[in-house]
Nanobody, 125 residues
Framework: QVKVEESGGGLVQSGGSLRLSCTAF????????VGWFRQAPGKEREAVACISSRDGRTDYVDSVKGRFSVSRDGAESTVYLQMNSLKPEDKAVYYCAADALDWCDGSWSDKYDYWGQGTQVTVSS
């Protein structure tokens, strides 16, 4: 059974950094578009960033531009979300999602087939 999993969450002070990893079992992420989403308590899930399966293009929502960066490690079939200059408002459960269709097309669609269980990111002020 295909499984997608996030790791790397934790507690960090405001201004600090974390790197989240997205890995998959029975799925080569190198061939899939991967999106990162987050959900804060009492709020709807929102898209954060994504990386295209076709050309490696990345996209970010305005609130994280210049602070977050998505990348792939093809050899490890892992997708990373590097988060710098973290703010208390970045606190949320972060999810990665994968799909054979390239949803990293500016639409910020959440129609990804495979989702992880999420990893908690907490930023203290």
């Amino acid at each position: 059974q295909v499984k997608v999993e996030e790791s790397g969450g934790g507690l960090v002070q405001s201004g600090g950094s974390l790197r989240l990893s997205c890995t998959a079992f029975l799925l080569n992420l190198e061939n899939y578009a991967v999106g990162w989403f987050r959900q804060a308590p009492g709020k709807e899930r929102e898209a954060v960033a994504c990386i295209s399966s076709r050309d490696g293009r990345t996209d970010y929502v305005d609130s994280v531009k210049g602070r977050f960066s998505v990348s792939r490690d093809g050899a490890e079939s892992t997708v990373y979300l590097q988060m710098n200059s973290l703010k208390p408002e970045d606190k949320a459960v972060y999810y990665c999602a994968a799909d054979a269709l390239d949803w990293c097309d500016g639409s910020w669609s959440d129609k990804y087939d495979y989702w992880g269980q999420g990893t908690q990111v907490t930023v203290s002020s």
